[in-house]
């Protein structure tokens, strides 16, 4: 699976952005699909996650800002990301993966994408 991450950017404290990723390769809908982003200085972290049965996880700091969504028929998902703060600055990742229980059985990643706000 290659996975194609777009729409970063440069915006305003308050703003909204819409990232979107694109996977290429069969069998997308079985894959846990979310976004992780890496901070200036920081670790990567995940943001927010939707697995092939729909379930979602957001962390905290997002919550009902970012909404995540998937497409399967066109291979693709999306983060909507409302309200945004300087604390949302980073450089964003897509991510694909298959688990059995808690071992990664596959892994991929976009190319990161990188997101900066500003008061």
């Known amino acids: 699976v290659q996975l194609q991450a777009s729409g970063g950017g440069s915006v305003q404290v308050g703003d909204s952005l819409r990232l979107s990723c694109a996977a290429s390769?069969?069998?997308?809908?079985?894959?846990?699909t979310g976004w992780y982003r890496q901070p200036p200085g920081k670790q990567r972290e995940v943001v927010a996650a939707?697995?092939?049965?729909?379930?979602?996880y957001y962390a905290d700091s997002v919550k009902g800002r970012f909404t995540i969504s998937r497409d399967n028929a066109k291979s693709t998902f999306c983060l909507q990301m409302n309200n945004l703060t300087s604390e949302d600055t980073a450089v964003y990742f897509c991510?694909?993966?298959?688990?059995?229980?808690?071992?990664?059985?596959?892994?991929?990643w976009g190319q990161g994408t990188l997101v900066t706000v500003s008061s």
């Open positions: 390769g069969s069998a997308f809908s079985k894959y846990t």
């Open positions: 939707i697995t092939s049965g729909g379930t979602i």
């Open positions: 991510n694909a993966h298959t688990a059995w229980g808690l071992i990664l059985t596959t892994n991929y």
